[in-house]
């Protein structure tokens, strides 16, 4: 919400003194995030003054269509004669009132104004357009039609005097506060909100913009019917006719739009959108010649379809809230109106003959409106917006929640508004229908906000401050407090506790630093978590967060089976995208699209890790319960709450892709490739203090021929915790990734439950080691792992190692055969092993894994 200070001041008497900077301070001390001060006009200086076009010489002898102007700027220039200009824009005729800049004007950006020679005349001042002055798109009737575009030159009324001061005229010196309003805030996205919050930070009356006379509700306003009065419990319609067609939007009124951020369009649609601005109620403008018949409220017909003010046929939902008349659906309701019933401003021939000098004809502009003020459904309104992709300044307020008090004041407000701008008369008809409610009430010890914040305020404090945000409190020791129907956030007494606490100020809150039990600290699956993410930095993978949600479609992507159970999600109702509604059930796809990214972007060697929880539904879920906020809830309450969601394993993953090794003075590098995949693995695992039992395997998304599964030993039995390796081709071809992307996830969870106990530091003998190496002829198909397993068992205990260094193939060996060559390190912690000790441990774990595998000793 862009608020303008100087529109601030029109509700709050702030002290003349005060700089956007002090209101920026006193907003975020009363809980606000303002973030920025925009200075409009920084820069800027005269002479800036209205002057009028007297005549226009097109020279037509360059490449670009120029003209030569003279505008009579009255007495600002100091001599009374005409002013000589030149100037590139054509959405401008003689007799038009224009914004001149004089010589010695400096214009934003450092642009100097001077007398110079150009296109072969000497021009004296500039015509200036609303960009060149800092102001955005001026939105003049003219823009668009003379070949001006959307950001030509300024046209000003014509009966404005001529030299006067233009800086005054457009209000181009102010300050503008940039708020972000929170959810819960939706009453500050309103100058009325604003205004409120600003009143209670100084400690001055607030002059509210919605206190006005309106006329009791009759029974022959325009004729509404409302259908679905959950979606719309309140819906008042007011009627003005005889809207002059040639009435223009005030400057004053359009200077306030574009500061706050709108772009003026035309005076029955800006009106709407000011009292918006000022009092926070979404307004619509029906141009009742359009209309036919009575106006509906009710929930869109499946299959129905609109086209929306944008020009988009969109097809409805049967959650949709819908304004009708006898034609069908004419607007969203609380979103965006329909084409059909939109106020037509004057035709673009009604400015082309003004420009040319014609009469105007100001046939089919909109001479009588319907003016719609309503309150729509929080909830309904936000889902219609995300459903369509439309979201709107109605309904970033609907589904933040209005005011349902304010609808007959604004809809007061906008008829004010065009008798007064547009010579409309108001007719005496007045539709207002209301669904029975009742003020909500809180009851709220007195003494809460001080056992909330741990201060002493008192029960004055509590009341005062209660009041100034708008609520009725009785009551001594057990307060009950009415909030006010601005305030929809307000529901418990944690949220009254919150106001009294932010308008005394979180600054002035005790620091206290908590006093944890002794004896107390990370538990052992956080430690292992933080052990697991320092390993594989140190191996040089970076981590990457990514958001838990994820789209469905991207399981087609990975090749999942349709039986897979990583298909089955969990589906949020609210999500931040259409595309990701669910939460994910593996770490890939997150980290692969983070892969994506940093190689489309020239990062082409590429390792990423991420530990996280992924999301696996119940067969049976659960309907979690409100825990109370009061107390601490019971092991009961906690159980069903747990009970009721999905399973959280927490997982790791990694993602390779590039180089793993560079090249450089000191020899080649080496592309990234399964092994790394399931080394990383390893590593998790060591860090874990488990043993990782690999063999290969065929899973999705990984490649069939280089897939490992990897499982540990818990209670005995042998247990999956994950696979690694390469992924598939196809995977990698509808990713997009890189080739040979390799990737590799574990449930960390599963791992940890495989530690027998705490790691044990290992035993360190002080004699020498004994190396043997062996090479085995094994049949390709056998897994070295096995053999490996198979060394292990039949070295015994003097074994203190086993590495594979050569694998080899060739025609020596013969067809199907290949030859692992290890290395063999043994040691005894008490005593020097002789040569025939080693040689009898070797030979044993060569026994047996000829044995187990069929291994023949290579040259035996």
């Given at each position: 919400?862009?608020?303008?200070?100087?529109w601030?001041?029109?509700?709050?008497?702030l002290?003349?003194?005060?700089?956007?900077?002090?209101?920026?301070?006193?907003?975020?001390?009363?809980?606000l995030?303002?973030?920025?001060?925009?200075?409009l006009?920084?820069g800027?200086?005269?002479?800036?003054?209205?002057?009028?076009?007297?005549?226009?010489?097109?020279?037509?002898?360059?490449?670009?269509?120029?003209?030569f102007c003279t505008?009579?700027?009255?007495?600002?220039?100091g001599?009374?004669?005409?002013?000589?200009?030149?100037?590139?824009?054509?959405?401008?005729?003689?007799?038009?009132?224009?914004?001149?800049?004089?010589?010695?004007?400096?214009?934003?950006?450092?642009?100097?104004i001077?007398?110079?020679?150009?296109y072969g005349?000497?021009?004296r001042?500039?015509?200036?357009?609303?960009?060149?002055?800092?102001?955005?798109?001026?939105?003049?009737?003219l823009?668009g039609?003379?070949?001006?575009?959307?950001?030509?030159?300024?046209?000003?009324?014509?009966?404005?005097?001529?030299?006067?001061d233009?800086?005054?005229?457009l209000?181009?010196?102010?300050?503008?506060?940039?708020?972000a309003v929170?959810?819960?805030?939706?009453y500050?996205?309103?100058m009325?909100?604003?205004?409120?919050?600003?009143?209670?930070?100084?400690?001055?009356?607030?002059?509210?913009?919605a206190?006005l006379d309106?006329?009791?509700?009759?029974?022959?306003?325009?004729?509404?019917?409302?259908?679905?009065?959950?979606?719309?419990?309140?819906?008042?319609?007011?009627?003005?006719?005889?809207?002059?067609?040639?009435?223009r939007?005030?400057i004053?009124?359009?200077?306030r739009?574009?500061?706050?951020?709108?772009?003026?369009?035309?005076?029955?649609?800006?009106?709407?959108?000011?009292?918006?601005?000022?009092?926070g109620?979404?307004?619509?403008?029906?141009d009742?010649?359009?209309?036919?018949?009575?106006?509906?409220?009710?929930r869109?017909a499946?299959?129905?379809t609109?086209?929306?003010?944008d020009?988009?046929?969109?097809?409805?939902d049967?959650?949709?809230?819908v304004?009708?008349?006898n034609?069908?659906?004419?607007?969203?309701?609380?979103?965006?109106?329909?084409?059909?019933?939109?106020i037509?401003?004057l035709?673009?021939?009604l400015?082309?003959a003004?420009a040319?000098?014609?009469?105007?004809?100001?046939?089919?502009?909109?001479?009588?409106?319907?003016?719609?003020a309503?309150h729509?459904?929080a909830?309904?309104i936000?889902?219609t917006?995300?459903?369509?992709?439309l979201?709107s300044?109605?309904?970033?307020?609907?589904?933040?929640?209005?005011?349902?008090?304010?609808?007959?004041?604004?809809?007061?407000?906008?008829?004010?508004?065009?008798?007064?701008?547009a010579?409309?008369?108001a007719?005496?008809?007045?539709?207002?229908?209301?669904?029975?409610?009742?003020?909500?009430?809180?009851?709220?010890?007195?003494?809460?906000?001080?056992?909330?914040?741990?201060?002493?305020?008192?029960?004055?404090?509590?009341?005062?401050?209660?009041?100034q945000?708008?609520?009725?409190?009785?009551?001594?020791?057990?307060?009950v407090?009415?909030?006010?129907?601005?305030?929809p956030?307000?529901?418990?007494?944690?949220d009254?506790?919150?106001?009294v606490?932010?308008?005394?100020?979180?600054?002035?809150?005790?620091s206290?630093?908590?006093?944890?039990p002794?004896?107390?600290?990370?538990?052992?699956?956080?430690?292992?978590?933080?052990?697991?993410?320092?390993?594989?930095?140190?191996?040089?993978y970076v981590?990457?967060l990514?958001?838990?949600?994820?789209?469905?479609?991207?399981?087609?992507?990975?090749?999942?089976d349709?039986?897979?159970?990583?298909?089955?999600?969990?589906?949020?109702?609210?999500?931040?995208?259409?595309e990701?509604?669910?939460?994910?059930?593996?770490?890939?796809?997150?980290?692969?699209?983070?892969l994506r990214?940093?190689?489309?972007?020239?990062?082409?060697?590429?390792?990423?890790?991420?530990?996280?929880?992924?999301?696996?539904p119940?067969?049976?879920?659960?309907?979690?319960?409100?825990?109370?906020?009061?107390?601490?809830?019971?092991?009961?309450?906690i159980?069903?709450?747990?009970?009721?969601?999905p399973?959280?394993?927490r997982?790791?993953?990694?993602?390779?892709?590039?180089?793993?090794?560079?090249?450089?003075?000191?020899g080649?590098?080496?592309?990234?490739?399964?092994?790394?995949a399931?080394?990383?693995?390893?590593?998790?695992?060591?860090?874990?203090?488990?043993?990782?039992?690999?063999?290969?395997?065929q899973?999705?998304?990984?490649?069939p021929?280089?897939?490992a599964?990897?499982h540990?030993?818990?209670?005995?039995?042998?247990?999956?915790?994950g696979?690694?390796?390469?992924?598939?081709?196809?995977?990698?071809?509808?990713?997009?990734?890189?080739?040979?992307?390799?990737?590799?996830?574990?449930?960390?969870?599963l791992?940890?439950?495989?530690?027998?106990?705490?790691?044990?530091?290992?035993?360190?003998?002080?004699?020498?080691?004994?190396?043997?190496?062996?090479?085995?002829?094994?049949?390709?198909?056998?897994?070295?792992?096995?053999?490996?397993?198979?060394?292990?068992?039949?070295?015994g205990?003097?074994?203190?190692?086993?590495?594979?260094?050569d694998?080899?193939?060739?025609?020596?060996?013969?067809?199907?055969?290949?030859?692992?060559?290890?290395?063999?390190?043994?040691?005894?912690?008490?005593?020097?092993?002789?040569v025939?000790?080693?040689?009898?441990?070797?030979?044993a774990?060569?026994?047996?894994a000829?044995e187990?595998?069929?291994?023949?000793l290579?040259?035996?």
């Amino acid at each position: 919400m862009r608020v303008p200070l100087s529109w601030l001041r029109e509700y709050v008497d702030l002290p003349a003194t005060e700089t956007g900077r002090d209101v920026q301070a006193k907003l975020i001390s009363a809980g606000l995030e303002v973030e920025t001060v925009e200075q409009l006009g920084a820069g800027l200086t005269g002479p800036l003054v209205v002057g009028k076009v007297l005549t226009i010489e097109e020279l037509t002898e360059f490449k670009k269509p120029i003209r030569f102007c003279t505008v009579d700027v009255g007495q600002a220039n100091g001599t009374g004669e005409p002013q000589e200009i030149i100037c590139g824009a054509r959405n401008f005729a003689e007799g038009d009132k224009v914004v001149v800049a004089l010589p010695g004007a400096v214009l934003p950006g450092d642009f100097r104004i001077a007398e110079r020679k150009t296109y072969g005349r000497v021009s004296r001042g500039m015509i200036c357009s609303g960009d060149e002055l800092g102001m955005g798109d001026w939105g003049s009737p003219l823009d668009g039609v003379l070949g001006g575009g959307t950001h030509g030159i300024i046209v000003l009324p014509p009966e404005l005097e001529i030299g006067i001061d233009a800086t005054k005229l457009l209000e181009l010196y102010d300050e503008v506060l940039d708020i972000a309003v929170t959810p819960d805030r939706g009453y500050c996205l309103s100058m009325r909100g604003v205004a409120r919050e600003a009143a209670i930070a100084y400690g001055l009356p607030l002059r509210d913009p919605a206190l006005l006379d309106v006329p009791a509700p009759n029974s022959y306003g325009y004729p509404v019917q409302v259908t679905d009065p959950i979606g719309c419990d309140r819906f008042t319609a007011r009627t003005v006719v005889g809207l002059e067609p040639e009435a223009r939007t005030p400057i004053w009124m359009r200077r306030r739009l574009q500061k706050a951020g709108m772009r003026p369009i035309s005076l029955a649609v800006d009106i709407t959108n000011y009292v918006m601005l000022e009092l926070g109620q979404p307004l619509h403008a029906y141009d009742r010649s359009r209309l036919d018949g009575p106006i509906g409220v009710r929930r869109a017909a499946a299959g129905e379809t609109i086209t929306t003010l944008d020009g988009v046929k969109r097809v409805l939902d049967t959650g949709d809230l819908v304004i009708t008349d006898n034609r069908g659906s004419i607007g969203i309701a609380g979103v965006m109106g329909g084409a059909d019933t939109e106020i037509a401003d004057l035709p673009q021939a009604l400015d082309s003959a003004r420009a040319g000098g014609t009469p105007m004809d100001v046939a089919g502009a909109t001479t009588e409106v319907v003016i719609e003020a309503a309150h729509f459904d929080a909830i309904s309104i936000a889902r219609t917006a995300r459903r369509h992709k439309l979201p709107s300044e109605a309904s970033k307020r609907f589904e933040r929640g209005v005011d349902p008090q304010a609808a007959s004041a604004a809809a007061q407000r906008c008829v004010d508004l065009l008798v007064l701008l547009a010579g409309g008369t108001a007719e005496a008809g007045v539709t207002e229908i209301v669904a029975p409610s009742a003020p909500r009430t809180v009851t709220m010890p007195a003494d809460h906000p001080d056992r909330v914040a741990g201060v002493a305020y008192g029960r004055e404090t509590v009341v005062r401050r209660l009041q100034q945000i708008g609520c009725d409190v009785y009551g001594q020791d057990e307060l009950v407090v009415t909030v006010p129907s601005w305030r929809p956030d307000l529901w418990v007494p944690n949220d009254l506790a919150e106001e009294v606490i932010r308008l005394e100020g979180y600054e002035n809150l005790p620091s206290t630093l908590p006093k944890p039990p002794a004896g107390r600290g990370l538990t052992e699956r956080q430690r292992t978590h933080r052990r697991v993410g320092r390993a594989l930095a140190g191996a040089g993978y970076v981590e990457a967060l990514n958001y838990p949600f994820i789209g469905t479609q991207v399981f087609d992507q990975l090749g999942l089976d349709a039986d897979d159970a990583r298909r089955r999600v969990v589906t949020l109702v609210n999500p931040l995208s259409d595309e990701e509604p669910a939460l994910r059930t593996t770490l890939l796809p997150g980290l692969l699209g983070a892969l994506r990214r940093n190689a489309g972007r020239g990062s082409h060697d590429l390792a990423l890790f991420e530990t996280g929880l992924v999301f696996r539904p119940g067969d049976r879920p659960g309907v979690a319960v409100r825990l109370p906020v009061d107390r601490r809830p019971t092991d009961e309450e906690i159980a069903t709450v747990n009970a009721a969601l999905p399973a959280q394993p927490r997982r790791v993953a990694v993602v390779l892709a590039g180089a793993r090794e560079q090249a450089g003075w000191w020899g080649k590098g080496r592309p990234a490739d399964w092994a790394d995949a399931i080394q990383a693995a390893r590593t998790v695992a060591a860090e874990a203090g488990v043993e990782l039992i690999v063999s290969a395997d065929q899973h999705a998304p990984w490649h069939p021929g280089r897939c490992a599964a990897f499982h540990v030993v818990v209670n005995g039995e042998k247990v999956l915790v994950g696979h690694g390796g390469e992924l598939h081709p196809r995977v990698v071809k509808a990713l997009g990734l890189p080739d040979r992307t390799c990737a590799t996830e574990l449930d960390l969870d599963l791992v940890e439950q495989a530690n027998e106990g705490p790691l044990k530091a290992p035993s360190i003998s002080s004699f020498p080691v004994a190396t043997q190496d062996v090479a085995l002829v094994v049949d390709a198909s056998v897994p070295t792992v096995t053999v490996e397993a198979a060394l292990r068992d039949g070295a015994g205990e003097l074994l203190e190692s086993v590495r594979l260094f050569d694998v080899y193939t060739g025609d020596q060996l013969g067809e199907g055969k290949k030859s692992l060559a290890y290395a063999l390190k043994f040691r005894a912690t008490d005593r020097t092993l002789t040569v025939d000790e080693a040689s009898a441990a070797r030979d044993a774990a060569v026994a047996l894994a000829s044995e187990r595998t069929g291994a023949v000793l290579r040259g035996a």
